[in-house]
């Protein structure tokens, strides 16, 4: 079993949707947890890092971590065409620069259409 | 424009030949790290340097090394070249406070 899980989709929404991505963890130790967006043959690009449990907003996006579930998410409102992409859950035991590394997901092929 | 920079963006070699990556982090970033993304195993961490010293190592294979150097730019070495080592490879810097990573545009390596 992958220590982090996150369905491939692909997932297809109308533009103007809100949007729900998911993973699920196995690791306790996770405490870090991100989301990256990476377009086709781009490099990942960081959207939202929160640490521990909550919420956390940020424009059309809201991060929330429920750590008694060892479940994440991320919300997207009034998605756009230029919101298709590739959605990247991430997650780290250690804050980075010390020793660390990032664990993800396979990532959620998002498709938002017209 | 994550200020990450990979050189070169594409490279074609053959079975059992060695190449360099290339990777400079962001201004004032410490840290570099090394990510390979293949289509069947996702993104997976290969190695991370702190300020010159190898601080943390993931299933990184004995083929390949890495190097950090004191202008902090970083160095992936792959040598022994299979067909299964075609991948995007990618670095990702990070600073202080501590937090986020952010990633390069990658080198995308096809060995035939």
């Known amino acids: 079993q992958k220590e982090v899980e996150q369905d491939p989709g692909p997932l297809s929404v109308p533009e103007g949707a809100i949007v729900s991505l998911n993973c699920t963890y196995s690791n306790s130790a996770f405490q870090y947890f991100m989301w990256y967006r990476q377009y086709s043959r781009k490099g990942p690009e960081l959207l939202m890092y929160?640490?521990?449990?909550g919420n956390k907003e940020d424009g059309r996006f809201t991060a929330q971590v429920d750590k008694s579930s060892k479940y994440i998410s991320l919300f997207i409102r009034d998605s756009q065409p230029s919101d298709s992409a590739t959605y990247l859950c991430a997650m780290s035991a250690h804050p980075t620069g010390t020793a660390s590394k990032l664990t993800f997901g396979t990532g959620t092929r998002l498709q938002v259409t017209l | 424009d994550s200020g990450v920079t990979q050189t070169p963006k594409h490279l074609i070699t053959a079975t059992g030949q060695r190449v360099t990556l290339r990777c400079s982090p962001r201004?004032?970033?410490?840290?570099v790290y090394w990510y390979q993304q293949s289509l069947d195993q996702g993104l997976q961490f290969l190695i991370q340097?702190?300020?010159?010293?190898?601080?943390a190592k993931g299933n990184i294979l004995e083929r390949f090394s890495a190097q950090q150097f004191p202008d902090l730019h970083s160095e992936l070495n792959l040598s022994s070249l299979e067909l299964g080592d075609s991948a995007l490879y990618f670095c990702?810097?990070?600073?202080?406070?501590?937090?986020?990573?952010?990633f390069g545009p990658g080198t995308r390596l096809t060995v035939t």
């Open positions: 990702a810097s990070s600073g202080t406070p501590p937090g986020e990573q952010y």
């Open positions: 340097y702190y300020n010159g010293e190898e601080r």
């Open positions: 201004s004032g970033d410490l840290s």
């Open positions: 929160t640490y521990s449990s």
